[in-house]
């Protein structure tokens, strides 16, 4: 039963939608129609008043009352089930999100597998069958399924491109050939295609020669980098190992001078308890003679006081060397003043050492410059780019990390530095306290001892601690005139204008005064806004070259900016005015 229905399908097919009919119905004539197919096409009818068949063009008047013929839409069903348990699972089964849907399908609609470029309309396998069937030997020009027709059809003409214009490198149809494309060198889209593939090839070949050459040089990259990460953690271990020595070393060479120190005190204050008992002993001696004298005074024995007086005036007998004598003034000074000439030495021959020797670092590095952006912000972005196989930049022999400068106060606060001052340099005006770190003009000289580094006509005062690389700090002022300097420790101290913090080329001065605000480097002054703010805040990036004052209240603000090359080693340091003071 089931065979003969099919081989008869056509039957039951609408001949207006082209589908197995839906709701079908028998008119007059005897042909079967869905019925909202029947009634589409005789409402276009209603003004002639007169209705015919589409098939054999009976007409009818009035319009027929239409019922459905259920035996018909029975076996509709039937087949509809058969075509269904036929067809391939994977070619009828619905269209879900991202497919072409069939425009023939009713209801829930089917995904289609081909579209007709004459018919511009998708279709799945089932109508696709139909439509093959009205029109064929391949009639019309099929090809998979797409939801972009339109994108295939000239939109004057409303034919399928195929045509390719290669004067004006766009796809036309035949008929563009005789108006605006006319005389213009055109081949059909197959014959461009076969020569476009030809280039694609050539063109792929070229970027597959390109890949290899970059993951090549990717994985040289990543060599490089490995190799730089473990030279770089050995480096560190060594030199983490040679300073545990070398502290180890000072740590002896600490305990040596300290026991050294103990033995003297001990042996001085031996030397000195033994004379004190030696005293105490005479002193009690002398007290008693002292009493039988004054016992003696009061006798009126003639006999007895001439004799006793003798004996008792007589010389006492001293229980106290005249050799053994105790320098009073003894101190460890001088012991002082070595250790520090020590330290002194051993800094300024570590620091040219180490300069030296970063030099060397700096110029073994390969330099990598890459453009300002926040995924190279961090050193290690480069290699996560690396390893993601992005697009690296063209010259990776030549790359020089970038870091940002710091923008905000949080940030700055990341290089926080901390200060003591030196009373070796301080004027004789400046009166240090708090540890050393508060200095304060005083109208009174301090009872600093001469040093060759303290500054003799400025009131000025430099700090223990050089910098060398990225360094942040703030510091209080109050008073009527304050400078905030930094300097190389090469800096006159003996001598006039020449001395002062911002008169010459060693040190870069921000002077604040109750009246005005300047930055001052070479005996070059710059005016500046007054400040307000007792706080300032300083940053230094010595490599970079960058030095810059900030003024510190509810806000950071940015009061000068140098960017120039540095040297040497800058150290802190302050000018301060008749009775104004810095905190540090």
Known sequence: MAESISSNEDLLMCSICLDLLNDPVTILCGHNYCMGCINGCWDQEDQKEVYSCPQCRQTFAPRPVLNK?????????????????????????????GDVECDVCTGRKLKAVKSCLDCLVSYCETHLKVHNDIHPGRKHSVT?????????????????????????????????????????????????????????????????????????????????VKTLKSSAQTAVEDSERIFTKMIRSIERRRSEVTELIRAQEKAEVSRAEGLLKQLEQEIAELKRRDAELEQLSHSEDHIHFLKDVVSITGAPCSTVSTSMTFNQSFSFEAVKQSVSSVKVQLEEELDGIFKQEVAKISAAVAHIQIIQSLEYTDPEALVRKANSNENLPPNMSDVQVVFPEPMTREELLQYSCHFTLDPNTAHRTLHLSEGNRRVEERDELQSYPDHPERFDEWCQVLCREGVSGHCYWEVECSGKWVSIAVSYKSINRKGGNECG?????????????????????????????????????????????????????DAMTLLHRVQTTFTHTLYTGFYIGFGSSVNV
């Open 144 to 224: 998979d399924a797409t939801c972009q027709l339109q994108e295939r059809i000239c939109p004057r003409h409303k034919k399928a491109f195929d045509i390719f214009c290669r004067t004006d490198q766009s796809c036309i149809c035949y008929l563009c050939m005789m108006d605006e494309h006319k005389g213009h060198d055109a081949v059909t889209a197959a014959a461009e295609w076969t020569n476009k593939q030809k280039q694609l090839r050539q063109t792929q070949r070229r970027f597959q020669h390109r890949i290899q050459e970059r993951k090549k040089e990717l994985q040289e990259l990543r060599k490089a």
């Open 501 to 553: 913090f911002g008169c010459n080329d060693q040190s870069w001065s921000l002077e604040l005064t109750s009246s005005r605000s300047s930055f001052r480097h070479n005996n070059k002054e710059t005016k500046l806004p007054l400040v307000h703010s007792s706080r300032i805040g300083v940053y230094v990036n010595h490599r970079a070259g960058t030095l810059a004052f900030y003024s510190i209240s």
């Open 69 to 97: 013929n259920n035996v018909v839409a029975g076996l509709v069903e039937q087949q509809r089930k058969t075509r269904m348990q036929a067809a391939s699972p994977a070619l009828c089964r619905p269209a879900g999100p």
